[in-house]
């Protein structure tokens, strides 16, 4: 399907024109998350997790201490696609970010060489994707940390002549209607994401709460009061990302 790029511009041009919103927070420092998702050997995987909790996590804490890391998360899938786990990293400096991802490995080679050839073994393929921040619950600098035990993700395929605007969308629009299951407590944060490196999704929407039921009933409730509110935009966006696959994960790990 095209996108109906006249219609959404012609919609998302005021939000654009009308400048920066307390959501957009432009002059916040911007969040980097670098994951890796891992398809792994569904009856090892439990293993793997147990690696990551037991020697890659000391050696990421270093990290978080010098300050090149504010967050760290072990992902275990429940529901969704071939990925079975995923390793991410937060931080808002990207260049350290990254420095600190190659000393984390370079540690792990020299020092924990059995467990990680063991982990590789176990998980032998991998996605990477570096997301960055567009709009979320939280600021930019507390984004993926301290998270409850239940996710869902929405990796979506956008069109890229017409995702940005998108963004708008979400930040002026949706934004607040996210806001209100936080109030309510049927979420615990949200967050959605653009593509920086990686694959063919485009955009990353980020669910947590304290159970999957909660979480669904949550996301139903914005669906309906985004169409009710903003029909004509919500049509036109639903043609900018018009491809997704979804995610249900565990949450086996959030630091700090």
């Known amino acids: 399907m095209k996108p109906f790029m006249p219609g959404l511009i012609a919609l998302t041009l005021p939000l654009v024109l009308a400048g920066p919103s307390l959501a957009q927070q432009e002059d916040a420092p911007t969040a980097f998350v670098s994951g890796t998702y891992y398809q792994c050997d569904q009856s090892s995987s439990p293993r793997a997790s147990e690696i990551v909790r037991t020697v890659v996590w000391p ?45 984390i490995v370079a540690e792990l080679m020299a020092n924990h060489a059995k467990e990680t050839h063991e982990l590789m073994s176990i998980c032998p393929s991998h996605d990477d994707y570096i997301w960055s921040y567009v709009a979320a619950s939280q600021p930019a600098t507390d984004v993926a940390t301290a998270r409850p035990a239940f996710a869902f993700s929405t990796y979506q395929v956008c069109h890229e002549a017409t995702e940005g605007l998108g963004d708008e969308v979400m930040k002026a629009l949706y ?8 109030k309510a407590g049927r979420l615990h944060s949200w967050g959605y994401y653009s593509h920086f490196v990686g694959g063919k999704y485009r955009r990353l929407l980020a669910l947590d709460g304290p ?38 994960w565990d949450i086996e790990m959030s630091k700090p």
């Open 211 to 248: 159970s999957y039921n909660s979480i669904l009933a949550a996301r139903d409730s914005i669906i309906a009061e985004t169409q009710a509110k903003y029909p004509q935009i919500s049509a036109a966006v639903a043609t900018v990302c018009d491809g997704h696959t979804d995610y249900m």
């Open 175 to 182: 934004a607040p209607i996210y806001d209100k299951q936080v």
């Open 59 to 103: 050696v990421v804490q270093k990290h978080i201490a010098a300050g090149q890391v504010s967050g760290f998360g072990l992902l275990a899938h429940h529901t969704g696609g071939p990925w079975r786990r995923a390793i991410y990293y937060v931080g808002t400096d990207l260049p350290k970010l990254l420095a600190a991802q190659d000393s």
